[in-house]
Every structure is written in C-alpha cells, then in structure tokens.
C-alpha cells in the first residue's frame, strides 16, 4: 500500500491541526468494463487553495472528475464536502453541493445572451424574466472576480476566453464552491493567461477552491498551491508546490524521466513544397475568415502558425487539404496547381493532414483500427485491383504501424472510439506519415496528450522533417512552436502578420503579435 | 477491495444505502450477444403477441402453432412462403443499402411499384409477346431495376446538391408512384376499365417450380418462382460487396463518420447519389419479380407493403445480407400464417410488435441496469 498523506487530516487527532478539507474523496474505485479506471484514489483540497490535478491520458482524472460531479457513480469509496459524506446523482446535484465544472468543450448555446446562459437551467426562475436583475448580478460576480463579460452580448459574439468565463461566471451564480477546471489555459493567448490567473487567486482569496485540470506543467508550477499526480488510475502523490520542478512533475507522472528538449539539426532546406498566395476564404458561417493569407514551405522545414484559436488556422488547412473552397488566390503543391481541387487530389498530390478534430474529422469510430490506418490509403492497398480490397494487405499494415508507432490497442480489429486520445492521435499520425507525404499539415497535433504521449509526436515530427518532410505545425501552445517550429508565422485575422525564425522570436513578441499588435 | 469501502476510522461517513436502478452505457458488447439479440428480442416479441392474442380471447398457443403449421408445416407452406420471402428479400436488400450510408430511404414501396410498372411496360408494350423468355425477363428485369433506380435517384440528387431530408422526399415519392401505376391499370393500359392490365404472355413468365414437374414430379404445385435464387444470389453478391470492395468500404466509411469520409478523399455527392439509385433499383427489381413471378399483370395493391416491411426486416437483420433472407423468411412465414386467421390484422400487429421490441431492445444492448447503492 503506497503513501496516502490525503488521508491524514481524516483521523481524528490530525482534526486540531487541519480545518475540515472543502472536499474529500476517499478509496474511490471505479471500474469499466476491462479498465480499472479509479483504484483506490484519495484526494482532498483545502478552502482557497488552487490544486492541480495532473495525469497522462487515461490516468484517471476525467473519471475521478466526473465522479466528484455527479456524472458517473463510483463502485465504491465516498465523498465529503465540508466534511459531511455527500452523494451525487447528477451534476445538478453536485452544484447544490458547491461543486461545479468547466468542461473543455464548453456549453453554452451560442444565439443566446451571457445573462441567458448564466440562468438556463436554474429551476427557481421565475416565469416572467427579470433580466435587468440577473444582467447586474452578473456584471458584479465579473467586477469581484475579475471577469469582465458583457451580459448582453449574445454568446457567438464573444471570443473563446469571453466564453470561458461566461463559463465561470455561470458556476459563481450557481454559488460554487469548489471549481473545477478542465484545461482552460488551452484556448487563451499568453497575456489572458496572466490575466486569467489573477483572477484565479481572486477566487481563492474569497474563498473558493479551485481543482484544475492541466498538462501544462509550467502553468501548475506558476499557479497551483498543491499538486496531486494520478497515474494508470492511481494516486501517485500530493505535493506542496514548493521548490518544484518540470522534470520531477514530469517523471511522477510518466514514471520516468522525460526530455523537454528535442535534440534538432538545423533545417536542411529543399525546394519550396507548398505555396499558398492571397487566399481568401469563408467559414462556416459565410464570413471571411482568410483575407488574403500567403505562405511558403519549404522541404526540410517545420513551420509553426501560432495565432489564438478563431483566426483562420482551421479554415487555412481546410483549404489546403482542399476541404474547403477558395474565394480569391491560389494554392500549389510543388509546382502543382491544386487551387479549389477536391481532397482526393490533395491526397495523391502528396497532402497528409493530422486534422484538428480527432474523433470528428480524423477517424471514423465504429470502425477498426486497421480500417481508420487505411482510411487514405485503401485506393493503393495490396492487390485488390480497382474493385477490391485487400482485407489482409489491410491487417498487414495495420500490425506494422501499430507496432512502428507504438499504439496501444488490444488488437487491430478493436473500434477506434475505445482507444484514448492519445493512441487515437497516434493512429492518425501513423496514417498520415505512413503515405510519405510531401507536405504535412498538423493541426493541434498535441492537444489534450500527455507529456509523454506529446513528446512522442513531437519526435515523430522532427524526424520526418530530417528526413526532408515539409510540415505545417498549427498549434496555439506556443511552447510547442518554440519547441519544434524552425519558423513561426502569426495568424491574425486570416493573415499572416509576421514571420520570423524561431530563434530570432520571443514570446512576448509573438504572443502581441497574436494579438493582433504590430510591433 | 471491498472491505475498505468504509474504513473504520469514520463510522459516521457510512452512508444510508439506498437501492436504485441505474442505466449504464455499455462500451462495447461482446460478438456472441449482438447476433444472439435479435432472436431473443423476437421471441419477447412473440410472447408480448401472445399477451395481446390472449386479451384479444384467442388462445395465442393455438394460433402460433397454426401459423407455423401453415408458413412452415408443408411443402406447398415453404412454397408460399418464399413467394413472400422473395420479394422481401429483394427490397430489404434495397433499403439496407442506403441505411448502411445511414440514408434514411423509406421509399420501398414506391420503388417497387415504379419496377413492377417498368417491367411492365416492357412486357406488353415494348417486347413483342413472343420474344424468348430469356430475353424478355432480362428486359423487364432491367426496366424494374430502373424504374425503382430512377424513383431513388430523385430523392439521392435532392439529398447530395441541396440536402434536402430524404425521409420525407422518398416517403413523399411512395404515394407519387402508387397514383403513378393507378392511372395507367385505370386509364391506358387497363383492361376493360378495372384496375388491372391484361395478363403477360407466357414469355414474360418467371418459371415456376411447378412448371418443371414434367421432369421433376417433386414440384407438382409448387408455385414459387425462380426469383428467390436472384434475390439470394444477390444477397451474397451484397455480403461480398461490403465485406471485399473498395466501395463497400466508402459506404461504410460515409456511413460511420461523412466528415471522415469527405476527408479521406472520398466523393460525398456521387456516392449519395449511387447509394440510393442501387437501393431504388433493388426495390424496382422486387416489383418486377411480383409481377412476372406472382401476378403476371400489373393490378392495384399488388403488394402488401412490402415495402416497408422490407424496413423492418433490414433493420433486424442488422443490415447483413444474410441474415435478411433468414429475417425475410420469418416475417414471410408471419404473413402466410396470418391469412388463414381472423381477425386478418394479426400479422402487421405481430409485426409491429416486433419492431418495437428490437428497436427497443437495441437500445439495451447499449446501456444495462443496474443496482447501485447511494
């Protein structure tokens, strides 16, 4: 039995010295079918402190969250607010205990008004609204916190960091206690970072506590007062954040040491891969989100487009990827022109895409995973002729990529919806490189992975760019660029505002940049 | 594991355990439980049936073992049966094909009445009466698979350019084509005024069993039609197809996730298009067969919604091929043992049971109950 220094202030002579934690949870153990998702995990927090709750993927954190929440039921252990055992059936039961969450994809619906949110499920409403009441009350919580949000403005009008915390806003009216955040730093630029973590110790100075979710480790080192690593559904440790550094986080967590820096040659520069000039085009909702964009890439090089998510980025490699149309300028692959060519020319043109959403766009998830590696490739698999499919050729790759990219999967044939997000990126990864691309666009290729599992794909992009691959890297972790990218282009409102190598950049340059400062 | 749930420091933390009934989502079913469900669910089906017959003062014992005596009991039973079968097959084949694209095509029965008029057309009107039978089924054959092609392609051109909802276009098309036919069995190619056409020459004919008793005394009687080897040859041609093909695997990708599919390179707008042309023209196909096999003219209510019995079967046979001619076979029988029993209803009220139970019981297969504490 390890270790479990959360459940000292439990036994009663610890009672003097510790205040009763805000919440408890003790011996949860939860079970899926197959996955010991929680195993006798304890975790408390005190009153106004911020406690990170850092994990890989599959470690257990989700669950543990959505246990505390209400969401899921845990086989066993119990849970103490306040030091009374609480049971939560729904997460409506949760916020009654003071216990709400901000879950990475956000909820809110988009035509309606802040104010609206913030009340939309609440059931002592009353009939007739009173809107300027809730409107004022909304714009208090903001002034006390630090969370300035019009309550008029409609949903679809705000940027995602508004959202956010229209999201926070929405617990604090609920009367939340303990805040639970999942990942939120992922969305915001460096500057409403800092400011984002004003706010933050403005709650815990009222009193709140927060739990946030995070694999951002230089994040938890800046704003966590205590620290609890889950790993393989175990609590591994609780620690003062004191005197702590990446590596030791890191290798608690992994289990093994990890290397922040990735060994990198400098770029050995080909002929110019990719070429895209004065594009413009719509998104979804027919506005203009490319205005004349222009890039090149170059074989051997990673370039890095670094921009707050909202700019053009998704938009800017749907048109690469020919997956969405032009309205002005033009895109060449080597010297092809593929301008508005439809995604299977993109393909054989040599256009590998590691798209944005995994489970939306880049793999189908009741199918195998043999089946998503052969999603590009089935036209060309084994001997099938142009009728048929060769299901062996299929099996045959499969073994190999999984085995070359090391995906963790129970067999070939298992449903890609089962696997975590990072063996699913790892899956998308292989598929991609596996065609010997010329040109490689990675969008958000890390999101949501653990250290190891990013370090991973990291490498994987490195070596294919030694190895002469051309590789667009769209990411908003800036670290990422900086870590990888060997030049950086700022998006801004569908252009590109500036470029410059890696080593000539600053964060602080690049994150004004991104914000839309010419410097 | 269990005896730590409430550690002994903390009598108080026990909480009063309350026993309540949880839906839980299941991840993944195990392989033997997805093809043993549809036959358990069809066997609570028939006892939900029983519980009805027997409200109804019918002894449900009796009635099933009728039934089955009549669908299945006989030589001149299975004879009936897969007369019935046949057409089901063909037309569930049809509509599995667009639900295997996830494209809601509930035109069957229009589909298979545009076929039946096609393939009539060409039987009385295009080929001469004394063409070889070869040649004049191979034409009907192919003006039927047009026919329900093109009454599928109407609703699969709205659906890819414009995406119009297809459940309501292809619906919609049903009730187009019924009035379609009733105006030529009335008007131009009625006979005599009824709601009918003259009977087809002899040429235009699917040879029946009965029909080589000469040689094969066996099948004196047996008046089912060679149109269930089509129907089974095709359900095998369609295993393959979606089991072996680069496009069966389009389809299925189109099906599973169309945004994966876009991405992969593959043509949305084509395959939309030939998805619902292929299932129109396999409904068209089950009107032909009706016709040449089983009416020889073409006449009002020629089919008794098979069409869209044809949904149902597809849909508990999970869309395998194979397992539709077993389905088929089933509610065949369901239709054979209804008619010697009063009142007529029972067979669609069986079947709608049916259906409601394994759409039901599908949903189970995904979640469980379960007894939890708190």
Redesign the interface.
């Known amino acids: 039995m390890q270790s479990q220094p959360t459940s000292v202030p439990a036994e009663k002579t610890a009672e003097v010295d510790e205040p009763t934690p805000a919440l408890e949870m003790r011996h949860i153990t939860k079970r899926f079918p197959g996955v010991l998702a929680n195993n006798d995990v304890s975790f408390s927090t005190r009153r106004g402190e911020v406690h990170a709750l850092l994990g890989e993927n599959g470690a257990g954190k989700s669950t543990l969250m959505n246990i505390l929440t209400g969401l899921y039921h845990p086989d066993s252990g119990s849970i103490l607010v306040n030091g009374k055992p609480v049971a939560f059936h729904s997460p409506r039961d949760a916020i009654k205990a003071g216990v709400g969450m901000v879950h990475q994809h956000f909820m809110l619906v988009s035509s309606q008004t802040v104010a609206e949110n913030v009340i939309l499920g609440l059931q002592n409403v009353n009939f007739v609204l009173d809107t300027s009441q809730i409107e004022a009350e909304v714009e208090h919580i903001g002034a006390q916190f630090g969370l300035p949000v019009d309550p008029r403005a409609k949903i679809w009008q705000l940027s995602v960091g508004e959202q956010q915390r229209v999201e926070i806003i929405k617990l604090l009216y609920r009367g939340a206690q303990i805040l639970i955040l999942d990942e939120p730093t992922a969305v915001l630029t460096p500057q409403e970072i800092e400011a984002f973590f004003v706010t933050l110790r403005e709650m815990t100075a009222a009193g709140k506590t927060i739990i946030l979710i995070s694999h951002k480790l230089d994040e938890v080192i800046a704003i966590a007062d205590r620290i609890t690593i889950l790993r393989n559904g175990e609590h591994v440790a609780t620690v003062d954040n004191q005197g702590l550094t990446k590596a030791q986080l890191a290798s608690l967590m992994v289990g093994r040491e990890v290397l922040f820096r990735i060994e990198k040659q400098p770029a050995q520069l080909g002929e110019v891969r990719l070429a895209v000039d004065n594009v413009s085009a719509l998104n979804d909702k027919g506005i203009p989100a490319l205005r004349g964009l222009s890039l090149r890439l170059r074989s051997g090089e990673i370039v890095g487009v670094a921009g707050v998510a909202g700019n053009g980025q998704r938009e800017l490699a749907e048109v690469i990827c020919g997956l969405r149309p032009t309205e002005t300028g033009s895109v060449h692959i080597s010297s092809q022109s593929v301008t508005n060519a439809p995604p299977i020319v993109m393909i054989e043109a040599g256009i590998a895409y590691v798209p944005e959403d995994r489970s939306a766009t880049g793999s189908a998830p009741n199918l195998s995973v043999a089946q998503n590696l052969a999603l590009k490739n089935y036209r060309k698999l084994g001997s099938g002729g142009r009728f048929f499919l060769s299901r062996r050729a299929m099996r045959e790759q499969a073994i190999n990529l999984i085995q070359k990219f090391n995906i963790a999967t129970p067999s070939p044939e298992t449903a890609a919806r089962l696997l975590s997000g990072g063996n699913l990126q790892k899956v998308i990864l292989a598929r991609e490189l596996a065609q010997r691309p010329l040109v490689t666009v990675a969008a958000y290729p890390t999101r949501g992975l653990d250290v190891g599992a990013t370090e991973n794909v990291r490498r994987i992009l490195i070596d294919e760019r030694n190895q002469g691959a051309a590789i667009l890297l769209i990411s908003e972790d800036l670290d990422e660029i900086f870590a990888i990218a060997d030049r950086i282009a700022v998006i801004f409102e569908g252009k590109i505002v500036g470029e410059m190598t890696s080593e000539e950049a600053t964060l602080d340059q690049i994150g004004l940049m991104m914000a839309g400062v010419q410097p | 594991?269990?005896v730590?749930?409430?550690?002994s420091?903390?009598p108080?933390?026990?909480?009063k355990p309350r026993r309540r009934l949880?839906l839980e989502r299941?991840?993944?079913q195990p392989r033997w439980l997805r093809w043993l469900a549809p036959l358990i669910l069809v066997i609570v089906a028939l006892l939900v049936g029983a519980g009805l017959l027997s409200v109804i003062g019918a002894n449900p014992w009796v009635v099933y073992r009728r039934m089955a005596e009549l669908a299945y009991g006989s030589a001149f039973g299975w004879s009936d049966t897969t007369i019935k079968a046949t057409p089901l097959i063909l037309a569930a084949l049809g509509v599995s094909i667009a639900f295997r694209m996830r494209l809601w095509n509930i035109g069957a029965e229009g589909q298979l009445y545009l076929g039946a008029f096609m393939a009539t057309g060409v039987a009385l009107h295009v080929l001469p009466a004394d063409s070889p039978t070869w040649l004049m089924l191979t034409g009907m054959a192919l003006a039927g698979f047009l026919g329900g092609a093109i009454w599928g392609i109407i609703p699969g051109i709205l659906k890819a350019k414009l995406n119009v909802n297809e459940i309501i276009t292809t619906l919609m098309l049903n009730y187009v084509a019924i009035l379609w036919n009733n105006f030529f069995i009335y008007g131009p190619w009625s006979e005599r005024g009824f709601g009918l056409t003259p009977q087809f020459p002899r040429t235009a004919w699917f040879p029946r069993f009965t029909d080589y008793a000469d040689t094969f005394p066996i099948f004196r009687g047996i008046t089912a039609h060679l149109g269930i080897f089509v129907a089974i040859l095709l359900a095998i041609v369609l295993w393959v197809v979606w089991?072996?093909?680069?496009?069966?695997?389009e389809v299925?990708?189109v099906g599973?996730?169309p945004?994966?599919?876009?991405?992969?390179?593959?043509?949305l707008t084509r395959n939309i298009i030939l998805v619902m042309a292929l299932s129109g023209g396999l409904a068209g196909l089950a009107g032909m067969s009706e016709v040449a096999g089983v009416v020889h003219r073409l006449q009002e209510r020629f089919s008794p919604g098979y069409g869209f019995t044809a949904i149902i079967v597809a849909w508990l046979a999970k869309l395998n091929p194979l397992g539709i001619i077993l389905v088929s076979y089933l509610f065949a029988g369901l239709l054979v043992g209804a008619d010697a029993i009063q009142p007529a209803g029972i067979a669609q009220l069986l079947q709608g049971v049916i259906l409601f139970v394994v759409v039901g019981g599908e949903m189970m297969l995904h979640y469980r109950l379960r007894f939890?504490r708190?």
């Open positions: 594991m269990s730590s749930t409430t550690p420091s903390e108080q933390a026990e909480i949880r299941v991840q993944e089991q072996r093909t680069r496009w069966g695997f299925t990708v599973d996730n945004r994966a599919a876009r991405y992969a390179g593959i043509n939890v708190g």
